[in-house]
């Protein structure tokens, strides 16, 4: 990767400047609303300077205005809190912690397709929606509701069935960058997440193979038969299969 900068991720909240982050500081540790006049005082900004600040926050989402609730005579203030989940507010870097978690298990795993793999298996039947006991879920049920799971994640597929073979289309990928340094590690991954949808709904189809890149932006997951047990033969979630 180049410059720090591009470790951050793109749809994160924008990090708060020095003087707007100091605003939000105030308003956290403060256990009333306060007024603009009451800001400007303690950051030793310019009135106008803090109610610029505020009405970014309050756009941000991170800041609630309300109009001051007073019995005596004049005009009521305009009183600023911040938000419960204010403190969630700043630069996220999940793609720095993608890269390494993603450069570790190649690194320092023996076997990192491998491990990927049973990972991404363990996450796919977590995510999966299990049909109730003694439902038999057919193959074009199985491929759609992993399209479905595919698609909650971010892969945008897409279903294509010629004849007996099955394939998704995945146009999208959301661990493209981490996927382009560590493809061995991410794709199988994904390829795992595939496999444990499937086994999961006691699917008559199995992910049988990942092409990456294909395209400049696009992947294909082949689906094979095979894979399901007996119904009513489910296992509790967790349990060794």
């Not at 990927?116 to 796919?124: C, F, I, K, V």
């Not at 394939?167 to 795992?192: M, N, S």
Request: charged share 25%; hydrophobic share 40%.
């Amino acid at each position: 990767m180049g410059a720090r900068e591009s470790w951050r991720d793109a749809d994160a909240p924008t990090a708060l400047g020095g003087s707007r982050a100091r605003v939000l500081a105030l308003l956290q540790e403060s256990d009333r609303p306060l007024s603009v006049s009451e800001l400007a005082e303690q950051v030793t900004l310019h009135p106008n300077t803090v109610r610029f600040h505020l009405d970014g926050l309050v756009e941000a989402g991170t800041v609630e205005r309300t109009v001051e609730d007073r019995d005596q005579p004049g005009r009521p203030r305009t009183l600023y809190s911040a938000r419960p989940d204010s403190a969630r507010a700043g630069q996220r870097s999940y793609r720095l912690l993608a890269e390494i978690l993603a450069s570790f298990v190649a690194a320092e795993t023996p076997q990192p397709a491998q491990a990927a793999t049973r990972a991404g298996r363990a996450w796919g039947r977590y995510l999966a929606e299990r049909p109730a006991p003694f439902q038999r879920v057919d193959a074009d049920s199985a491929s759609a509701q992993l399209v479905a799971t595919l698609d909650d994640i971010g892969f945008a597929p897409e279903s294509v069935t010629a004849g007996r073979r099955r394939r998704i289309l995945l146009h999208h990928c959301p661990f493209r960058e981490a996927a382009e340094q560590h493809r061995d590690v991410v794709c199988a991954i994904h390829l795992g997440l595939m496999q444990g949808v499937l086994s999961e709904i006691d699917a008559p189809l199995t992910a049988d193979r990942l092409d990456p890149f294909v395209e400049p932006s696009l992947c294909v997951a082949h689906l094979a038969a095979g894979g399901a047990r007996p119904a009513g033969g489910r296992k509790r979630r967790g349990t060794s299969r």
